[in-house]
């Protein structure tokens, strides 16, 4: 049955939320929040820019089936958990690199990871009223307390494990 399945791309332009920079910036802390229902599944150009894994493109009814699958009760739970919120509780600075000790609630269950990230503190065109935090990191579903989804007996399953990838600029008010 695993010929039928493929790899998804999640991707979600809505976070809203919050930097609160300090000196040093290990002293800085963030929150942001997720509106579950603003995910977009599978969209043909983020795709085509994960390479090969990201074969062809999807027809709107596997789409809108997965995105359907995703926000259920037996997953996310859109209807009783509408927004992912994810709050600072630690940074720290390594070779350049910060890593953040987040809390992240999503469907009622509340775990920590640690998130390495790189920082550019003026963001896009040299702004300095802008900041961007960039990173990349393997994330097991099991770790968020969610269980993957899986069909036919398990013939037919998600894979635990994914990759997130986030690039967040935030723009001083």
């Known amino acids: 049955m695993a010929h039928f399945g493929h790899n998804h791309v ?5 976070l809203d939320g919050r930097v609160m920079l300090r000196d040093p910036r290990t002293a800085s802390s963030f929150s942001l929040t997720v509106p579950v229902a603003q995910f977009v599944v599978d969209e043909p150009q983020a795709r085509q820019q994960e390479g090969s894994d990201f074969p062809g493109e999807i027809p709107e009814d596997a ?3 997965t995105l359907h699958n995703m926000q259920s009760p037996a997953l996310l739970d859109t209807a009783e958990f ?3 919120a994810i709050d600072s509780v630690a940074l720290t600075e390594s070779d350049g690199r910060m890593i953040a000790t987040v809390a992240i609630k999503v469907a009622g269950h509340e775990s920590q990871i640690d998130a390495p990230f790189t920082l550019d503190g003026h963001g896009q065109l040299g702004d ?8 990349s990191m393997e994330l097991r579903q099991s770790a968020l307390g969610l269980k993957p ?8 399953q998600v ?4 990759r997130l990838k986030f ?3 935030a723009v001083e008010l």
């Open 167 to 169: 690039h967040i600029t």
């Open 10 to 14: 999640l991707i979600n332009r809505a």
């Open 128 to 135: 300095p009223h802008t900041l961007t935090a960039s990173g």
């Open 159 to 162: 894979e635990d494990t994914m």
């Open 82 to 84: 509408p927004v992912i």
């Open 63 to 65: 789409r809108s089936g």
């Open 149 to 156: 989804f899986s069909i036919l007996l398990g013939a037919l």
